[in-house]
């Protein structure tokens, strides 16, 4: 089970930290990612993480802003957020993932249940 939390309202330009705690299993062998969904829009990716923390990938709407990280004792995965837009109001969900195929939301096998991240202009 993952538990998505940190989401809030936030002004433009701000940050947030989002974690993801897991629970039920270890998820020390999964990729981690991040995605989020806008009103009327598809889930998109926003960033993935290996398991050792040897890679970390990002969409180009948030290279640069976002930084992802982990640590496998406590079972978390973070999603910091930098530099805040409007356009990054959504909701945001972790996944865990045995493949490297990333920034495919198919090939995620556990979801969380999201967090509302608002940023307002």
């Known amino acids: 089970q993952l538990q998505a939390s940190g989401g809030g309202l936030v002004q433009a330009g701000g940050s947030l930290r989002l974690s993801c705690a897991a629970s039920?299993?270890?998820?020390?062998?999964?990729?981690m990612g991040w995605f989020r969904q806008a009103p009327g829009k598809e889930r998109e990716f926003v960033a993935a993480?290996?398991?050792?923390?040897?890679?970390?990938y990002y969409a180009d709407s948030v290279k640069g802003r976002f930084t992802i990280s982990r640590d496998n004792a406590k079972n978390t995965v973070y999603l910091r957020m930098n530099s805040l837009k409007p356009e990054d109001t959504a909701i945001y969900y972790c996944?865990?993932?045995?493949?490297?195929?990333?920034?495919?939301?198919?090939?995620?096998?556990?979801w969380g249940q999201g967090t509302q991240v608002t940023v307002s202009s």
């Open positions: 996944a865990a993932s045995t493949k490297l195929a990333v920034t495919y939301s198919f090939t995620y096998d556990y």
């Open positions: 039920g299993r270890t998820f020390s062998n999964y990729v």
């Open positions: 993480i290996t398991w050792g923390s040897t890679n970390t």
